[in-house]
């Protein structure tokens, strides 16, 4: 069973920064992707970034070029490096484990992100 711990998000004001960090426990082997989502109280939950097992790197186009995704495999931590956050920018933030067969996926708690203008 994979566990994940986010933490990092926060307030901040329009054209700040904040970084994101998932810790992963509890498997061994590496995932086949790793990714950050976000969402806002009634609506679905969106993709921000995700990172495959070889390093490609994906992004929603309302983040390209202001989000970074990246991972540090000798010590299991995804991040996300949020840069010129926007007040849309503001939901809940998760961090998401794919491993290699269909039911390998977890989610973490989430963490807040809140961007006032």
């Known amino acids: 069973q994979v566990q994940l711990a986010e933490s990092g998000g926060g307030l901040v004001q329009a054209g700040g920064s904040l970084r994101l960090t998932c810790a992963a426990s509890?498997?061994?082997?590496?995932?086949?992707?790793m990714g950050w989502y976000r969402q806002v109280p009634g609506n679905e939950r969106e993709v921000v970034a995700t990172?495959?097992?070889?390093?490609?790197?994906k992004y929603a186009n309302s983040v390209q070029g202001r989000f970074t995704i990246s991972v540090d495999n000798v010590k299991n931590t995804l991040f996300l490096q949020m840069n010129s956050l926007k007040p849309e920018d503001t939901a809940v933030y998760y961090c998401?484990?794919?491993?290699?067969?269909?039911?390998?996926?977890?989610w973490g708690q989430g963490t807040q992100v809140t961007v006032s203008s």
């Open positions: 998401n484990y794919k491993g290699w067969t269909i039911e390998a996926d977890y």
């Open positions: 509890g498997s061994n082997v590496r995932p086949s992707a």
């Open positions: 990172i495959s097992s070889r390093g490609s790197t």
